[in-house]
């Protein structure tokens, strides 16, 4: 810029042309510094997919495939050169890739299996959750793959085609302990969804308690349990499995949500007036932590309102004593959540 300034005192012309060469190695130098960023992104993806126990060759697979799809590297684009581009082209960040892979050691025959049986059950259990795959592609599929077996039993429990999918099932529990075992907790939370269905609350809490005792650590088999014990008018015991989920991740938002339901299922289904109350407090609390976390600030401040309101109420009950410790986690609440709603980074 200084000499843009400089040159204008001699050349308007020349001023220009400094000033426009110095844009363009700012924004050249701003673009190398976007390619230099993803290629770190790049070989830290590599590793930290290798940790997780995913094929580190995956990575190259992805970008040949990419630098098919890509319009950069169509024939009318072939004379953009690299250096102007704010990425690399994909047939570079292919070769880079690829001898990155090289030096992780190659997956064992069995490795290469069980990615490729998990890669068969989540491809169809998105496919038929998406409304994607329709009965005749199921069934066909379902031929030789165990993950369209699971998806075509999902989806004749969705049909309310219950003999159609409880045959499927049968077939599904006369493999060898071991294909069973390669289809969990999948095939659980399927059967669970099936009974669950049937109106079978009882015996979808059975099947998906077996599991999470075996999966503790399984986030979707607990919400899948809590809604199940909810449903079956175990709220107290939805709250347990919950709670933790919240703790570890405060913005669990299906988390919260759950939580609401089982606090207004207790709410109408129990026989005590006084848990009755403090359980559509708490509906209104877990309602307000939804909305917050959904960027809903005027909501969730007027469900907390709300629960402030019913709270004061039991003031000048029996249930004061209890009220008191509820009605400060609830002012803390509203102030936390007004903090939240003016906070302008």
Same mark, same amino acid.
């Given at each position: 810029?200084?000499?843009?300034?400089? &040159? @204008?005192? #001699?050349?308007?012309?020349? +001023? =220009?042309?400094?000033?426009? !060469?110095?844009?363009? *190695?700012? /924004?050249?130098?701003?673009?190398?510094?976007?390619?230099?960023?993803?290629?770190?992104?790049?070989?830290?993806?590599?590793?930290?997919?290798?940790?997780?126990?995913?094929?580190?060759?995956?990575?190259?697979?992805?970008?040949?495939?990419?630098?098919?799809?890509?319009?950069?590297?169509?024939?009318?684009?072939?004379?953009?050169?690299?250096?102007?581009?704010?990425?690399?082209?994909?047939?570079?960040?292919?070769?880079?890739?690829?001898?990155?892979?090289?030096?992780?050691?190659?997956?064992?025959?069995?490795?290469?299996?069980?990615?490729?049986?998990?890669?068969?059950?989540?491809?169809?259990?998105?496919?038929?959750?998406?409304?994607? &795959? @329709?009965? #005749?592609?199921?069934?066909? +599929? =379902?031929?030789?793959?165990? !993950?369209?077996?699971? *998806?075509? /039993?999902?989806?004749?429990?969705?049909?309310?085609?219950?003999?159609?999918?409880?045959?499927?099932?049968?077939?599904?529990?006369?493999?060898?302990?071991?294909?069973?075992?390669?289809?969990?907790?999948?095939?659980?939370?399927?059967?669970?969804?099936?009974?669950?269905?049937?109106?079978?609350?009882?015996?979808?809490?059975?099947?998906?308690?077996?599991?999470?005792?075996?999966?503790?650590?399984?986030?979707?088999?607990?919400?899948?349990?809590?809604?199940?014990?909810?449903?079956?008018?175990?709220?107290?015991?939805?709250?347990?499995?919950?709670?933790?989920?919240?703790?570890?991740?405060?913005?669990?938002?299906?988390?919260?949500?759950?939580?609401?339901?089982?606090?207004?299922?207790? +709410?109408?289904?129990?026989?005590?007036?006084?848990?009755?109350?403090?359980?559509?407090?708490?509906?209104?609390?877990?309602?307000?932590?939804?909305?917050?976390?959904?960027?809903?600030?005027?909501?969730?401040?007027?469900?907390?309102?709300?629960?402030?309101?019913?709270?004061?109420?039991?003031?000048?009950?029996?249930?004061?004593?209890?009220?008191?410790?509820?009605?400060?986690?609830?002012?803390?609440?509203?102030?936390?959540?007004?903090?939240?709603?003016?906070?302008?980074?």
């Amino acid at each position: 810029m200084l000499a843009a300034i400089a &040159a @204008s005192a #001699v050349d308007g012309d020349a +001023a =220009a042309a400094v000033m426009m !060469g110095s844009q363009t *190695a700012s /924004m050249n130098s701003s673009m190398a510094f976007s390619r230099s960023n993803e290629r770190e992104a790049d070989r830290v993806g590599m590793q930290i997919m290798t940790q997780a126990g995913y094929d580190p060759r995956a990575m190259p697979r992805f970008f040949a495939t990419m630098n098919q799809q890509s319009q950069l590297n169509q024939v009318e684009n072939q004379f953009l050169p690299s250096f102007v581009r704010s990425h690399p082209l994909s047939n570079e960040r292919l070769s880079e890739s690829q001898s990155r892979a090289q030096q992780y050691p190659a997956l064992s025959l069995s490795q290469q299996q069980r990615h490729q049986a998990l890669f068969d059950l989540l491809y169809w259990r998105v496919q038929v959750t998406g409304k994607h &795959a @329709s009965e #005749v592609t199921l069934t066909t +599929a =379902a031929k030789n793959s165990l !993950g369209a077996k699971l *998806a075509l /039993m999902h989806w004749y429990g969705e049909q309310q085609r219950f003999t159609d999918a409880n045959k499927v099932l049968a077939e599904i529990n006369a493999l060898s302990s071991t294909q069973r075992q390669s289809l969990e907790p999948l095939l659980s939370i399927t059967h669970s969804q099936l009974l669950s269905e049937q109106g079978k609350m009882q015996q979808t809490v059975d099947v998906l308690e077996s599991q999470q005792r075996l999966y503790p650590e399984r986030r979707d088999l607990r919400l899948y349990l809590a809604e199940a014990l909810t449903n079956s008018n175990q709220p107290i015991k939805a709250q347990a499995l919950l709670k933790p989920l919240t703790e570890q991740q405060p913005s669990d938002r299906y988390a919260w949500q759950s939580l609401q339901l089982a606090n207004e299922k207790l +709410a109408k289904t129990t026989t005590s007036p006084q848990l009755a109350n403090i359980a559509t407090i708490n509906a209104l609390r877990y309602r307000s932590y939804d909305q917050l976390w959904n960027g809903r600030y005027e909501s969730a401040l007027t469900s907390l309102t709300q629960a402030k309101q019913l709270t004061e109420n039991l003031q000048t009950t029996e249930q004061a004593n209890s009220a008191r410790p509820l009605l400060a986690n609830i002012n803390a609440e509203l102030k936390a959540i007004k903090t939240a709603k003016d906070f302008k980074p």
